[in-house]
């Protein structure tokens, strides 16, 4: 198989059954059959590989897990029925009581209410960094620290952490390093060519891509995705054969949409850095942002999300959301429908302004998550809502 992106998100594909089909079909069958008692045997003790089980493997889920590992150049993985799936059952699979998280910050917001509401359930405490603080990383780490963890870019401030430099401390103190790689997706950043051990993503977003199903999946280094499969193979977070299967149709054409994304995120951004009612504008393939050289250096474009700073604060956000017409009102990002959310009034508005200002949630902050619309028409909108 070629190693080429696009080639791979095409072709890779289960094996063609007896109706020499093009398009991989859907396998929608909870468990498949034996020939014999030796090879329902066989099977069971693992001397050969085949599908047994959908919650252990079904084609679908197969095929679009190996495109994923193609994709972030890793050596296997497996599929979860959403993103959180991923990120609870990698780290349940991998900690015992009494283990040690070091985590940035900013991560998405179940995965914060992870580390300090369940997780501390079974002993295991999260230490955090701030995004423009790798150099108190170090300080963090204790003798029982396992994973270090973060998300880059982040939600929903688009800030960029350095991924080699937290490679480079991952291996020095022994422990593994685990990126959501959700915003980036496979075709504008591999972390694993950075040092990464785990590579988690949410499939709901830009790997769908037009907003029908949840998904999630975890890819990395063999020994550590057996532990995470014979975990979930036990605990049953399998992703469905239907998702897997769109999931997969949805990768075929990850290339050409995240390319178009990108392109119109950048004239959206343009625009806003230049208009006088915002404040400032995050986009990590602009000059203006203050990780860009870090952004320019581990990522192909600069994604699809915008984060802009209003100026009026809260009343102007929850104002500039109350005026917008053709962009959509809704928490999903990543869709072929650009979205627009006002994350101190909605999302984060139980956070104290202190923590919101932590994780760079200003008051006036609105995350755009930019789609495939004809962009000057996304631009006219956003440009109306900012007239006061
Ligand atoms: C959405 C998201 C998740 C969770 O994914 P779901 O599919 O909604 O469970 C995790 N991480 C990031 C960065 C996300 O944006």
Not at 125 to 148: A, G, H, M, R, W
Not at 252 to 260: C, M, P, Q, Y
């Amino acid at each position: 198989m070629s190693k080429n992106f696009e080639t791979q998100a095409v072709r890779i594909q289960t094996e063609r059954s007896q109706f020499s089909e093009h398009s991989t079909p859907l396998f929608l069958t909870s468990s498949f059959v034996f020939d014999d008692a030796e090879d329902m045997r066989a099977s069971f003790a693992e001397e050969k590989q085949r599908n047994l089980y959908s919650r252990f493997s079904n084609p679908n889920t197969t095929e679009f897990v190996d495109k994923i590992v193609a994709m972030e150049g890793a050596e296997a993985g497996y599929a979860f029925a959403t993103g959180m799936g991923a990120v609870f059952s990698t780290f349940a699979a991998l900690l015992s009581a009494g283990d040690h998280i070091v985590s940035s910050r900013s991560v998405f917001g179940s995965t914060h209410s992870l580390f300090t509401k369940y997780l501390p359930k079974w002993n295991i405490e999260t230490s955090y960094f701030k995004v423009n603080e790798l150099d108190k990383v170090e300080s963090l780490i204790q003798p029982n620290t396992k994973i270090l963890y973060a998300e880059s870019p982040t939600n929903p401030a688009v800030d960029i952490l350095d991924l080699e430099a937290l490679s480079q401390i991952a291996k020095k103190y022994n422990l593994l390093l685990v990126i959501d790689n959700c915003f980036a997706t496979p075709y504008l950043q591999n972390p694993i060519k950075f040092g990464a051990d785990l590579v988690i993503h949410s499939a709901t977003k830009l790997i769908d891509g037009q907003g029908r199903v949840l998904g999630g999946v975890t890819v990395g280094k063999v020994e550590l995705i057996k532990e995470i499969y014979l975990f979930s193979r036990n605990t049953g977070p399998a992703m469905s054969p239907f998702n897997a299967w769109v999931l997969s149709k949805s990768l075929e054409t990850l290339a050409v949409r995240v390319d178009k994304h990108c392109e119109n995120a950048l004239k959206v951004a343009q625009f806003l850095e230049a208009h006088a009612a915002v404040n400032f504008v995050k986009y990590p393939f602009l000059p203006s942002h203050p990780q860009y050289e870090v952004a320019k250096k581990q990522m192909r474009l600069g994604g699809n999300i915008v984060a802009f700073e209003i100026k009026g604060g809260i009343e102007a956000g929850r104002k500039f959301l109350n005026k917008i017409k053709l962009c959509s009102l809704s928490a999903n990002l990543g869709d072929s429908r650009t979205i627009v959310t006002h994350p101190a009034s909605t999302t984060h508005s139980k956070l104290s302004e202190e923590d919101r200002l932590e994780v760079g949630i200003t008051d006036g902050l609105v995350r755009s998550s930019i789609g495939l619309e004809f962009v000057d028409d996304v631009i006219k909108d956003l440009k109306q809502a900012l007239e006061v």
